[in-house]
């Protein structure tokens, strides 16, 4: 008998080693890809539950902190200002993954870069966690006062600082609150989201960065551009006016706005906004330089931005207008295919205001360690040369002129009789079926001589806003943000 | 003395065993809550207490027995309790209480059995209480389940499981009919064709025993216990007879037997799909498989550490599933220190069935050894994906009543026997027995009895 007992305490002993083999395969071998199996959050659970970095504005309001919260994730993320930088901070959910700050900061919020690292070790034995802070470029008071400008219109403010590429607030209406989108209650969480998705006014899509938009006469800046740097008009030059123009490839002539007539001097048709000049002149310096100017500005491209994804905007190819120069006359004003975001605008009268360079927009200005150390500063970097020092000296008495004498002269003046230049716009959408409607835009800098603040105000098309011309629907509300910024931030 | 040598080895054992249960249960709350628990101190007065009282019972009542087993079962104990403790305080009173009563219930059949061999006298009231505990889940009123077994009991307050009891007594009856008639089955008699069986009236109640408990507990759909029984019934016919055809014979009615679950029972079918490809339904029926693998894979090599992992995502993870949660805050190194606890039980557990010089006694520590064996690996296979999974639970470690209660009982026989295999007196009093058989012979013969009709049990000293 007692041979039986040993071979099968043996063959017991063979059984529990192949559990242990098995184990060192579940355990070692296979452990990181049952780690990152789709169907296993607990990778994302932990970095959920870790302690995670404020974001601050320049002004020191906290928009985004992590405070216990008690149960199975540890920490609840929270966002004290609620949908005022929802599209600025983006948020952070179990469920739905991440957006806005919370997403390309999100190295330093959870304490993952190398220099916060290496302070992890120096740390080992304290209880102190070690994530960064990111520090904004955008002032609270400055995005309430867009906020307030804006008021309950589908539209955006985007204002920044033309030297830096500093945005200093950027608001989008219709927003959402991202503490909706942070909650851990899933189902909640997923209702929210659904409900967000079924409004087709989007409100979890920033159209100030994120959507494309008809430009409108703001684009005019850019075949102004084209225009005077290729040599073949001045400022001199004269447009005969006229209430239609017949590009060349069709019978269909362009009209002017409510069919007027319009024309005169180079500063004259710009100021007061002529279609009928600048579609002629697209076509005359042609698709070439006309395409080159647009791209010179940032279009056809996405500016690289510290945001998620932001949009591509669009003029169009040298190919395709040469063969359709009709579309290049209603392009050079704004129509047609020329798409921009608020922020891309904003960054056409950024790159006026910065003698022709234009900076790269950014919305973080540094972060900080644990100790409030400095880890990172954005640096202000070139992103494109629009144009030349001195016809940016031209192009801003044209936008001046635009303000004092112009389609902007309603609605610019600003405190202080300090001195604005603007360009307005009204993209006509005319919607088959519908009846007409248009964006409102406004494209500003102030104060002209020593530009501190660029700003692009676009409201959206609705019946309502149809009525007004970009000056007078986006104009005040341009001033109201300028006057405020000028004011929060004095020379 | 080897005894005393025994003895102060377990005592010093056992006192590490608390400590190391007193250590995971104050790093598991620390883990958890950031605090040790207020109550640490009388935690650790009662755990030695619990313990010592163990041991102290083995110094009066088996004080030859094994040193290394009961320390074994105490930390198998400790840990799970502090692993339960950890996922759910109330579970962890309830554990507290059972494993009380469990090593009063240890204590208990140390003082009642005096002797292993007794107890093959009531072979006959052990297999009708195994089979009676086995049916009273099907009972109406008594018994109660869930979808996928009815193995429970309600009697009054108390819910218990009397297939763990079952088990204990069926593997008494066993041991004991097999001491009883091994060789006439061994010898067979039975000629059918070229086979030579055993003669049915020898096999045949074994057989029926067998069979009927063995369709009781896949009537109740426990594949476990099933499993488990099975190779019970095969090892002891093996070991008894030593004669490998029962080996051939098992491994046939196993693979037989296998095919016709598979083919007839969805939940079979679903058991073995599960074991081949668990995401398959990571959602649905793998969902706890896939859940105890991504929590093994989580807890990697060191582990997380006590009270910072996530087990209570697997559910049920208190029962079946513990050895989930080890891996998972204690790491390889930790579920690999249950293994070799296992390993070494049973190690001592067949040392003292290969040691014990009455068949009886060798049969039962084998087959308890098998059972506390299997079992163990029945259940580690099944969360490690070795085997397909059928629900037991893991020994000592996870939480039931029942299965506290029972295999602390299952430990005492094996320290019973083990003692008496130690016992230095033994070879003396086997001398004695040896010395009044002859005389009582020499008696016989001297009165001119004319035939012995009753020849002396069977019994005796194996050749």
Partial sequence: MNRQIRRLTIALLACFTVVFIQLNVVQVVRADRYNQSPTNDREAVRDFSRDRGSIITADQVVVAESIDSGDRFKKQRRYPTGALFGHVTGYLSFVYGSDGVERTYNDVLAGRTPELQLENLDDLFSDRSNVGDVILTLRADLQQVARDALGEQEGSVVLLDPRSGAVKAMWSFPAYDPNLLAGHDFDEVGAVRTFLLADPRNPL??????????????????????????????LDSFFPPTDSYTPPQTDNPIQNYEGSTCGGTFPEVFRRSCNTAFAEMSVTVGPEIMVDKAEDYGFNMAPPFDLPRPAESSFGTVDFFEDNLPLLAIGGFGQGETMATPLG?????????????IMEPHVVAETRGPDGNLLERTEPQPWRTAIEPDLA???????????????ARCCMQLAGGVQAAAKTGTAQLNPEGEPPASHAWIIAFAPAEAPRFAIAVMVKATPEVTAGTGGTVAGPIARQVLDAALAAEPG | MIAAERRSTELGLVVLAALITTGAYALAALGRTADLPADLAPFLGIVIGLLVAAHVTNRFLAPNADGVLLPLAALLNGLGYAIIARLDTDLAGLQATWTLVSIGAYALTLLVVRRATDLARYKWTFAFIGMALLVMPLVPGLGFGNASARLWVSIGPINFQPGEFAKI???????????????????GGWKLGPFNLPEPRHMGPLLVAWAASLLVMIGQKDLGSSLLFFALVVVLLWISTERASFLVFGAFLFATGAVLAWSQFSHVQDRVDVWLDPWAQAEGLGYQLVQAVYALAWGGTTGTGLGLGDPSRIPEVQNDFIFAAIGEELGLLGATAVIAAFVLMVGAGMRVAVQAERPFEKLLAAGLTTILGVQAFIILGGVTRVVPLTGVTLPFVSYGGSSLLSNYILLALLMRISDSVGRPTAGTARVGWRARRSQRRADRRAAGATAATAPSTPGGVPA
Wanted: charged share 15%.
């Fill in chain 1, 393 to 407: 000296r031209t192009m801003t008495d044209l936008m001046v002129q635009v303000v004092n004498d112009g389609t």
């Fill in chain 2, 169 to 187: 007594a069926l593997a008494i009856f066993f041991a004991a009919y097999l001491t009883e008639r091994r060789e006439l089955i061994a010898a």
């Fill in chain 1, 345 to 357: 605008m904003a960054l056409v009268a950024a790159g006026v205001a910065n003698g022709g360079v």
């Fill in chain 1, 205 to 234: 899509l920033a159209n100030s960065y994120r959507e494309n938009y008809l430009t409108g006469s703001t684009f005019k800046v850019v075949t102004a551009s084209a225009a005077l740097e290729s040599g073949v008009y001045t």
